[in-house]
């Protein structure tokens, strides 16, 4: 109600050259036309497919865009109840870098673990890592992970056991993998700029061939 009342008002208020909106309307409508219809093709058309190769290779020739803004971690963890069975293996295996040794705790997590994480393609943020695991608030536990590169720490009734595979710092380049989405996302949108780009450029030059183009 109260809107109607402001419109009401405004029409009789308004001068009658500031009350035509035919101009703007049709902008407006061509606009979303052509929205419209390039982002059909686009969904039609486009090849969203990213291959390894790809992604490296943008990855490598805009490798400036990709400074760590923070550190980030590539970890392992395993999360068991404190009267899980073999608790001195696993004190025996979890700095122990060797594959046989981590083939034995993901065996082990797999009959025991409350959880565990072991993919190695994965990297964290730091911020990420402590949301992910909330006991790392704790600053004497977290500089402790970093400095050492392993820890277990018992926060409540569960035992954690985590190491770090590898790490990089504030100010070096972010591995691939993660930044794959931001880099799957900028090759994707410069594929859908060229593709508008020579759609629109196809487009005119048929106009032009059979005289659609009018010149005012």
Known sequence: VSKQV????????????LKNFDKQLLDYQNSLLIYTYEDQLVHQK??????RAEAEFYYEQN??????NQ????????????DAPFKTRIDELYKNNTLEAR???????????????FE???????????NELNFLQN????????????????????????????LRNKGEYAPLN?????VVSAILNKRKLDYLKEMRSDLYKAAQRKNEIEIY
């Open 6 to 17: 402001i419109i009401n008002k405004a029409t009789l208020n308004l001068p009658e050259e």
């Open 46 to 51: 486009l090849d969203t497919l990213v291959s």
């Open 63 to 68: 490798i400036e865009n990709f400074r760590l």
């Open 71 to 82: 550190n980030a971690y590539q970890i392992w963890y395993i999360k068991v109840p404190e």
């Open 103 to 117: 083939n034995e705790l993901i065996d082990y997590s797999r009959q025991y673990a409350l959880e565990y994480f």
């Open 120 to 130: 190695e393609s994965s990297w964290f943020y730091e911020k990420e890592l402590i």
């Open 139 to 166: 600053p004497d536990w977290f500089n402790q992970l970093v400095e050492q590169k392993y820890l277990s720490v018992q926060p409540e009734k569960e035992i954690y056991y985590l190491g770090i595979t590898e």
């Open 178 to 182: 993660l930044v794959r989405n931001t």
